[in-house]
């Protein structure tokens, strides 16, 4: 058993509005949508929320204050999220075949 403190896990509203969405687009376009996004919640927790430091960092000319990491999950969606000593905050997920939303600012 490990002696450090678990992470918590945030989603901001952002992630929200994308999980949503894929959700819609994949459910339209073949009707699976629902599952797709509990596979993505999955990896976000399961896989990510363990290992976060795992992923490559994003640099955000414009933030170059804060650091972002991104997540690749089947290929096809992109998950960004911040990590302090404390917490993993899921800001953004989208399709790769969409354009990218823009990051919020994060102060």
């Known amino acids: 058993m490990s002696d450090e403190p678990a992470l ?3 989603l901001a509203e952002d992630f ?3 999980l949503l969405e894929i959700q819609t687009y994949a459910s ?5 949508g629902r599952q797709l996004v509990n ?3 999955d990896f976000a927790y399961h896989i990510v929320g363990s290992a976060p430091q795992a992923y490559p960092v994003l640099l955000v000319p414009q933030q170059p204050s804060h650091e ?3 997540a690749v999950f089947r290929k ?5 999220y911040q ?3 404390t917490e993993v905050t899921f800001l953004l997920v989208y ?3 969409q354009l990218p939303p823009p990051l919020p600012i994060v102060t």
Request: charged share 10%.
């Open 8 to 10: 918590s896990i945030n």
């Open 16 to 18: 929200y509005q994308g």
């Open 28 to 32: 339209a376009n073949g009707g699976q």
């Open 39 to 41: 596979a993505i919640m």
């Open 68 to 70: 972002f990491r991104r």
């Open 76 to 80: 096809h969606y992109i998950l960004i």
């Open 83 to 85: 990590l302090t000593a």
């Open 95 to 97: 399709s790769t075949k």
